[in-house]
């Protein structure tokens, strides 16, 4: 997967959720010890509070985990 394609995924989840969604979003990718990839996807990347947060499996594109902070 792309980065945009996965902030497009946690910004959808945001909407669907009803959370802030605020630009611009990081998107940063981890390996596991297995060789799966796993993506991190944070809203508001640039500041401290109104985040989403948004795990990502690259394999499968499902959303492993989601949570928001409001401020």
């Given at each position: 997967?792309?980065r945009t394609?996965?902030i497009?995924?946690?910004?959808?989840?945001a909407e669907?959720?009803?959370?802030q969604?605020?630009?611009?979003?990081s998107?940063?990718?981890?390996?596991?010890?297995?060789?799966?990839?796993?993506w991190?996807v944070f809203s508001?990347?640039?500041?401290?509070?109104s985040?989403?947060r948004v795990?990502?499996?690259d394999n499968t594109g499902?959303?492993?985990s989601?949570?928001?902070?409001?401020?």
């Open positions: 997967m792309t394609e996965v497009e995924i946690a910004a959808g989840v669907a959720k009803g959370w969604w605020i630009e611009p979003a998107a940063t990718p981890h390996v596991s010890s297995d060789g799966s990839v796993t991190e508001n990347a640039l500041a401290v509070g985040k989403v795990t990502i499996s499902e959303v492993l989601k949570g928001y902070i409001p401020r």
